[in-house]
Every structure is written in C-alpha cells, then in structure tokens.
C-alpha cells in the first residue's frame, strides 16, 4: 500500500475534527472570520511544523523559483474563492443541489491534473474517482431524489457548485505543481514549506480583506483566538496531510479517497449522536467504500 493511502486519510480525519470546530465560531463571528480562521490560525502551526522538521533533520531550505511562487499564488486565490462561493451557497433555498454539484472537483482536479501537469489518469482510478463522486452526491442528496439534482443543473446554485468546485479542483492541482517545482528537497520538506507559504499568502490576502472592509469581523477574530487556534490546528495539521500526499500522488487519486471524510461523518452520526440516516446516505457512504477499494488497486 502506498504511503500516500494512510497520509491522505489521516489529512481527511483531521478535515473532519477541523469542519466541527469551525461550525461552532460561526456562532462567534461572520462567515469571514471563520475562514479565516482556517488560515491565519493555520498558519503559525505551519511554521512550527517546517521549523521541527528542519531542526530535526538539518535540511536546508529549497530555493524558491517563478514556477512555485505562481502556482502557489494561484492555488492560494483559487481555494480562498472556491471556499467564498460553498459558503455563499447556503444563503439560497436549494443550496444542498450546488453543494451536491460542487463534489465533482475530484473529476474535475484529474482534468486540470492532465491539462496543466500532463498526468493521466488509468482506466480503474477515472472509475474509482467517478465512483466516489457519485456516492458523495448521492450523501448530499439525503432524501432528495435523483432528478432534483438534473432538474437543478440548469439554475444559478449549480453553476456556482461547479464553479466551486472548479477551483478547488485547480487549487489542489495547483498546490502540487508548487510542491513539484521546488525540485530539491524530500517529499515532507517540500509539502511543508508549500503549505507554510500558501497559508501564509492566504493569510495576508484575507487580513487586508478585513482591514479594508470589515474591521468589526477582524475584533470578533482576536477575540475568539482561543478557540480559533484550536480550528488552526486542526487546520494545518490536515493541510500538512494533503499536501504531502499530493506530493507523492496524483491530486485526482489523492481527492478522491478524502471523501472518505464523509464516511467518518456517517459514522459518528450513526454511532456517536445515534441519528438516523436515510437509505440514500447509506448507499452512498457504501459507494465511497467501493471507490476506495478501487483507489487502492489503482494506486
């Protein structure tokens, strides 16, 4: 098995602790600061785990290039907007049908994969990222049935999910072409300076955003610090995991399996909060398990 296998789900494990943390500052700050918690919070863990890894193991730095600057510049604006669209989503009527349509970035993060990297992707793994997204839509649906998806395509939520989704699929790929252009340095090193820059690029972005126009969302950010580290943590250290694991995979293979995140959802809502689950979320958190298995064989 592959060490981007075990990595990737451990990095979709702490998404997870991650996404439950960040919904209870919703109830202390705007929809901004939550975010931006994500980053600015993120990002001192980032360089804790960089300076570690560099004080353990004496390694130097990569020298930093135009390709890497670039990609990371770019994946960094992508995942800041495709994250501003999925929260925008919640503010219409049928928003479960765009955020249903924006789980297609796996499919589309292969595109992209191919289109700016050149990476293929074999017959088995188009299936098992096909698979995957089907069964996470088919999650999203809940007691929806099938059609209200198709009938949704042609509205204003599904072309803003897609679009969402278009950018996280360009932000992954893009953090691996940053990851890759360094050249020099082990997988970890590179994952680890990619992750300290890009937060640090995201955090600078989202910062003067809030200066500029909602100072009042940036008082109720210090003012939750504490809990926002926590969110922070959590952050980075799944951002660590994904980033590692799209060093050493492709961004297609890699996002496809994190879906397995949803699969943790499940079963703490059948297990730990003891709610019940519709028949389509169950077929569809069984569909996940098939695409990972197929993963797995084509990884």
Partial sequence: ???????????????????????????????????????????????VYLGLYVTATGEALPALNAGFVFAALSGGFAQILATFLLVYLFGFRNFMVGTAYSKTEPVQAAFFGFLILGEAIAPL????????????????????????????????????????????????????????????????????????????IQTAVMLAWMLMKDRSELLRVVKASGPALLVGLMGATASAGWFTAMTLQKVAYVRALGQIELVFTFLASVLWFREKVTRMEFAGSAVIVLAIFLLIGAG
């Fill in 1 to 47: 098995m592959g060490l981007w296998i075990p990595v990737t789900i451990a990095a979709a494990f702490f998404q997870n602790l991650r996404s439950a943390l960040q919904k209870q500052l919703k109830g202390r700050m705007g929809t901004t600061g939550a975010t931006f918690a994500r980053f600015g919070f993120g990002l001192p863990f980032a360089l």
């Fill in 125 to 200: 793994g188009l299936l098992a990222v096909v698979a995957g997204v089907i069964g996470v839509m088919m999650i999203s649906l809940g007691e929806r049935a099938p059609k209200d998806v198709l009938k949704g395509l042609a509205t204003r939520e599904a072309a803003i999910g897609i679009l969402s989704g278009t950018l996280f699929g360009v932000s992954a790929v893009a953090f691996r072409g940053a990851s890759l252009a360094l050249g020099d340095g082990t997988i970890l090193m590179r994952a680890l300076l990619t992750l300290a820059v890009t937060l640090a």
